[in-house]
């Protein structure tokens, strides 16, 4: 039955309304004469437009503009007479440039379709030009053909990400790390290192990543590095954060897209996505509604005959309301649900070559993720306004194989463990702005977070019926204000600050196996963070940035002393330049970092297979990242390296340790390059692309007995779209030399210790998949 939404949600798209492509849309347009900066933000919100800027906006007053018009039109007379001029950069991309600089190139005009336009990012409380950020900070933006590929959550965002890891377990369970942050392999109660955000919201706090789709998304921002002043307590690593298409005002649009794959040696899947935008009250009021669903055919097969045992299905979706009850103010309601079930995990008990594993109970495992956001944003004067609150609920249900560990947990015969968790996450912030021009440019804010999780392990038998054997319930709460700011040292230098002081409160009980451990704790903190960049030309800066973050401690049973893990923080440098050189043509983004971690709070395994929280001593991390984007001509080359060494230097107990112990799961070196062409056929747009990605060998953990090598490896993919008046139709062969490297040599706690696991590439998968905006 839920296999057939696949199908419904690709018919659904008929019920879209047919309008003229988005180069000849006419929206309904209503801005007062507001400050510029505003007002150009109230044209995106309305129209659903990018609008990209050479420099700073100019503090000057916009042209009142209103009515049923074209985006360039509404632009054109915004800019009435100032000194600057909208320039087609892109399908629905606008780049603001002023009209004395065209005037010097008049011999050589900027045409329509000039490449390169600069990317607006929000991820810092903030709208900057990327090109101009002084901090290392990563943009993924969906492929202009359509789909990312075969996969389509983080995944797809890391394979072209330097710097950003994940784990392999199960859709829905995979752990993010950020520059080598990387505490353990395992899911357990430990806070999470990188902060995960849906637009103004935080989804988790010491969960897995949900594994999200990206379906609709306008881009990922991937802060690098510790941002405690902007995020609070546990973004050591980082801040991964997903930014939605909002509804569109006064337009009527839609997009839906049908696929199918085959995986070499597995099973047929296929997938569907559907988005519908309609206006509800003329220029006042629009809805966004999108849908998926995607099923995995699975390649793992059981010893007992079972074929493709992890096969899995994911269904969701979005719906979201924009209201703009006043000039330059917007209410966003958004609601998100996503289910993802597999019916096995995807390990192996063999050597990682072969797909074929011999547990003899099957291990299911379901997810689901929901959230409640709203927003309101507006002018008050000069400032921006800016007040969010979101809700968001995961749920976990987890089988594992327990009857290797039946001794140790009190039980004979085969033995099963089922991990039942419940996460909720309350995230409430309000933020006063200054205009983004301005000399002196500064967010303060206030915010406050609540995390409860639930979690309880029930244990059966062939001899035992089922029964608790696990408790958790946990409430951490974070009150906090927030300040961030940059002020013109001179016309090219600049200097940034940043604090957050913030109260934590963390409230523990944890039960296993009768005994029983209650903690409460308040811990009161302060992270600064600091910058210099240096903007030696235009769209080229160099930066020296210095960030930090921590998070809270816990119960830890093991620990006589104090029954507690302790507070963990980390420090880091960077010092970074980006560029934008061969008339915005190449950018180039590169650095270096340094980074100390004391106290690291790490999960790791106990005798029973269950994950418990302890301090593991202090780590340092020293690396470089560079990456480049190029467009000459019809061509566009991506590449990126990373390398980094993020070692384990002293134990617990401050002494050194006698070997080289490397932090889990990220690799010191890491590699990746795209290629692709653009040409016609016809009034078809083709474009051929091939694209690798260079994994460095890793290790999995640094607990004695565990630190199991993960090899390197190298996937090779491979594709080709033809685009014709919205119509995409796309081929996509990923894995192309069909490897079977190990890519996570971990899949069952209870049997780890005994048995060695490994979780092999996806084999090489043919996608064939059909899309059309209307």
Same mark, same amino acid.
């Given at each position: 039955?839920?296999?057939?939404?696949?199908?419904?949600?690709?018919?659904?798209?008929?019920?879209?309304?047919?309008?003229?492509?988005?180069?000849?849309?006419?929206?309904?347009?209503?801005?007062?004469?507001?400050?510029?900066?505003?007002?150009?933000?109230?044209?995106?919100?309305?129209?659903?437009?990018?609008?990209?800027?050479?420099?700073?906006?100019?503090?000057?007053?916009?042209?009142?503009?209103?009515?049923?018009?074209?985006?360039?039109?509404?632009?054109?007379?915004?800019?009435?007479?100032?000194?600057?001029?909208?320039?087609?950069?892109?399908?629905?991309?606008?780049?603001?440039?002023?009209?004395?600089?065209?005037?010097?190139?008049?011999?050589?005009?900027?045409?329509?379709?000039?490449?390169?336009?600069?990317?607006?990012?929000?991820?810092?409380?903030?709208?900057?030009?990327?090109?101009?950020?002084?901090?290392?900070?990563? #943009?993924? /933006? %969906?492929?202009?053909?359509? $789909?990312?590929?075969?996969?389509?959550?983080?995944? *797809?965002? &890391?394979? +072209?990400?330097?710097?950003?890891?994940?784990?392999?377990?199960?859709?829905?369970?995979?752990?993010?790390?950020?520059?080598?942050?990387?505490?353990?392999?395992?899911?357990?109660?430990?806070?999470?290192?990188?902060?995960?955000?849906?637009?103004?919201?935080?989804?988790?706090?010491?969960?897995?990543?949900?594994?999200?789709?990206?379906?609709?998304?306008?881009?990922?921002?991937?802060?690098?590095?510790?941002?405690?002043?902007?995020?609070?307590?546990?973004?050591?690593?980082?801040?991964?954060?997903?930014?939605?298409?909002?509804?569109?005002?006064?337009?009527?649009?839609?997009?839906?897209?049908?696929?199918?794959?085959?995986?070499?040696?597995?099973?047929?899947?296929?997938?569907?996505?559907?988005? #519908?935008? /309609? %206006?509800?009250?003329?220029? $006042?009021?629009?809805?966004?509604?999108?849908?998926? *669903?995607? &099923?995995? +055919?699975?390649?793992?097969?059981?010893?007992?005959?079972?074929?493709?045992?992890?096969?899995?299905?994911?269904?969701?979706?979005?719906?979201?309301?924009?209201?703009?009850?006043?000039?330059?103010?917007?209410?966003?309601?958004?609601?998100?649900?996503?289910?993802?079930?597999?019916?096995?995990?995807?390990?192996?008990?063999?050597?990682?070559?072969?797909?074929?594993?011999?547990?003899?109970?099957?291990?299911?495992?379901?997810?689901?993720?929901?959230?409640?956001?709203?927003?309101?944003?507006?002018?008050?004067?000069?400032?921006?306004?800016?007040?969010?609150?979101?809700?968001?609920?995961?749920?976990?249900?987890?089988?594992?194989?327990?009857?290797?560990?039946?001794?140790?947990?009190?039980?004979?015969?085969?033995?099963?463990?089922?991990?039942? $968790?419940?996460?909720?996450?309350?995230?409430?912030?309000?933020?006063?702005?200054?205009?983004?021009?301005?000399?002196?440019?500064?967010?303060?804010?206030?915010?406050?977070?609540?995390?409860?999780?639930?979690?309880?392990?029930?244990?059966?038998?062939?001899?035992?019926?089922?029964?608790?054997?696990?408790?958790?319930?946990?409430?951490?709460?974070?009150?906090?204000?927030?300040?961030?700011?940059?002020?013109?040292?001179?016309?090219?230098?600049?200097?940034?600050?940043?604090?957050?002081?913030?109260?934590?409160?963390?409230?523990?009980?944890?039960?296993?196996?009768?005994?029983?451990?209650?903690?409460?704790?308040?811990?009161?903190?302060?992270?600064?963070?600091?910058?210099?960049?240096?903007?030696?030309?235009?769209?080229?800066?160099?930066?020296?940035?210095?960030?930090?973050?921590?998070?809270?401690?816990?119960?830890?049973?093991?620990?006589?002393?104090?029954?507690?893990?302790?507070?963990?923080?980390?420090?880091?440098?960077?010092?970074?330049?980006?560029?934008?050189?061969?008339?915005?043509?190449?950018?180039?983004?590169?650095?270096?970092?340094?980074?100390?971690?004391?106290?690291?709070?790490?999960?790791?395994?106990?005798?029973?297979?269950?994950?418990?929280?302890?301090?593991?001593?202090?780590?340092?991390?020293?690396?470089?990242?560079?990456?480049?984007?190029?467009?000459?001509?019809?061509?566009?080359?991506?590449?990126?390296?990373?390398?980094?060494?993020?070692?384990?230097?002293?134990?617990?107990?401050?002494?050194?340790?006698?070997?080289?112990?490397?932090?889990?799961?990220?690799?010191?070196?890491?590699?990746?390059?795209?290629?692709?062409?653009?040409?016609?056929?016809?009034?078809?747009?083709?474009?051929?692309?091939?694209?690798?990605?260079?994994?460095?060998?890793?290790?999995?953990?640094?607990?004695?007995?565990?630190?199991?090598?993960?090899?390197?490896?190298?996937?090779?993919?491979?594709?080709?779209?033809?685009?014709?008046?919205?119509?995409?139709?796309?081929?996509?062969?990923?894995?192309?030399?069909?490897?079977?490297?190990?890519?996570?040599?971990?899949?069952?706690?209870?049997?780890?210790?005994?048995?060695?696991?490994?979780?092999?590439?996806?084999?090489?998968?043919?996608?064939?998949?059909?899309?059309?905006?209307?």
């Amino acid at each position: 039955m839920r296999y057939g939404l696949t199908a419904a949600l690709a018919a659904s798209v008929a019920l879209c309304p047919q309008t003229a492509e988005a180069r000849d849309t006419s929206y309904q347009v209503s801005i007062g004469a507001i400050d510029l900066a505003d007002a150009l933000a109230t044209l995106t919100a309305q129209t659903g437009i990018s609008v990209a800027t050479d420099g700073p906006i100019p503090r000057q007053r916009s042209a009142a503009v209103r009515g049923r018009m074209s985006a360039r039109e509404a632009l054109d007379r915004m800019l009435r007479g100032s000194d600057l001029r909208a320039v087609r950069a892109g399908e629905l991309t606008y780049r603001i440039v002023r009209r004395k600089h065209l005037a010097r190139t008049v011999s050589a005009p900027e045409p329509d379709d000039a490449v390169g336009p600069d990317i607006v990012i929000t991820a810092r409380k903030q709208s900057e030009a990327l090109s101009k950020v002084a901090a290392p900070v990563a #943009v993924y /933006v %969906p492929d202009d053909n359509g $789909r990312p590929g075969v996969e389509t959550g983080s995944r *797809a965002v &890391a394979t +072209g990400t330097e710097g950003l890891t994940l784990t392999n377990t199960t859709p829905g369970r995979d752990r993010l790390f950020i520059r080598g942050i990387a505490d353990s392999p395992f899911n357990g109660f430990s806070q999470s290192t990188v902060s995960i955000q849906v637009d103004d919201g935080r989804t988790t706090y010491d969960a897995p990543d949900p594994g999200l789709r990206l379906v609709d998304i306008a881009r990922v921002e991937v802060l690098k590095g510790p941002q405690g002043p902007l995020y609070g307590t546990g973004a050591l690593g980082g801040v991964f954060r997903i930014v939605t298409n909002r509804p569109v005002l006064g337009v009527a649009i839609g997009e839906g897209s049908l696929g199918f794959s085959s995986v070499s040696a597995g099973g047929l899947g296929g997938d569907s996505e559907a988005m #519908v935008n /309609v %206006p509800l009250v003329s220029d $006042r009021i629009a809805a966004r509604v999108v849908a998926y *669903a995607a &099923a995995d +055919g699975g390649w793992i097969d059981d010893a007992s005959g079972k074929r493709n045992a992890n096969r899995s299905l994911t269904y969701g979706g979005r719906a979201m309301l924009r209201i703009a009850p006043a000039d330059g103010w917007t209410v966003d309601l958004t609601g998100l649900f996503q289910s993802v079930s597999a019916r096995d995990s995807q390990y192996v008990d063999r050597d990682a070559d072969d797909l074929t594993r011999s547990v003899p109970i099957r291990e299911p495992r379901v997810g689901r993720v929901r959230m409640t956001q709203g927003t309101i944003a507006g002018p008050i004067g000069t400032l921006q306004l800016t007040a969010a609150t979101s809700l968001t609920w995961q749920d976990q249900d987890d089988l594992f194989d327990a009857t290797v560990s039946a001794a140790a947990l009190g039980t004979t015969g085969p033995t099963t463990y089922r991990d039942l $968790r419940a996460y909720r996450v309350f995230d409430q912030e309000v933020r006063l702005s200054s205009s983004s021009d301005a000399r002196f440019s500064w967010v303060v804010g206030a915010s406050y977070l609540a995390a409860v999780t639930r979690a309880s392990g029930i244990l059966s038998s062939a001899t035992q019926p089922a029964a608790p054997f696990f408790e958790l319930h946990r409430k951490v709460t974070e009150a906090a204000l927030f300040a961030d700011g940059s002020f013109d040292l001179s016309s090219r230098l600049r200097l940034a600050t940043g604090v957050r002081v913030f109260r934590a409160t963390t409230d523990d009980e944890r039960t296993e196996d009768i005994s029983q451990a209650v903690r409460s704790k308040s811990l009161p903190g302060v992270t600064p963070s600091a910058s210099l960049s240096y903007q030696f030309a235009a769209n080229r800066v160099v930066y020296l940035r210095v960030g930090t973050a921590l998070r809270p401690g816990g119960i830890d049973q093991a620990n006589l002393k104090t029954g507690r893990y302790d507070a963990d923080q980390v420090t880091s440098i960077d010092l970074g330049t980006r560029l934008r050189l061969d008339g915005g043509r190449l950018s180039l983004d590169g650095g270096v970092f340094a980074s100390s971690w004391h106290d690291i709070q790490s999960d790791y395994l106990e005798p029973t297979g269950l994950i418990a929280t302890r301090n593991a001593g202090t780590a340092a991390n020293i690396g470089g990242e560079i990456s480049a984007d190029w467009q000459p001509g019809s061509w566009r080359l991506k590449a990126g390296a990373t390398w980094q060494r993020p070692r384990l230097t002293r134990g617990v107990d401050g002494s050194d340790l006698p070997t080289d112990r490397r932090l889990p799961v990220v690799p010191d070196v890491a590699a990746r390059i795209y290629i692709r062409r653009d040409f016609s056929i016809g009034e078809w747009r083709v474009s051929p692309q091939i694209a690798a990605n260079l994994t460095g060998a890793s290790r999995l953990s640094f607990d004695a007995g565990l630190d199991r090598r993960i090899p390197g490896y190298v996937v090779g993919r491979a594709g080709v779209a033809a685009d014709r008046d919205g119509l995409v139709i796309r081929l996509d062969v990923d894995n192309v030399l069909d490897g079977r490297a190990d890519t996570f040599a971990f899949g069952n706690p209870f049997s780890i210790g005994s048995i060695r696991q490994y979780t092999p590439l996806r084999p090489r998968t043919f996608s064939v998949s059909l899309s059309k905006r209307f």
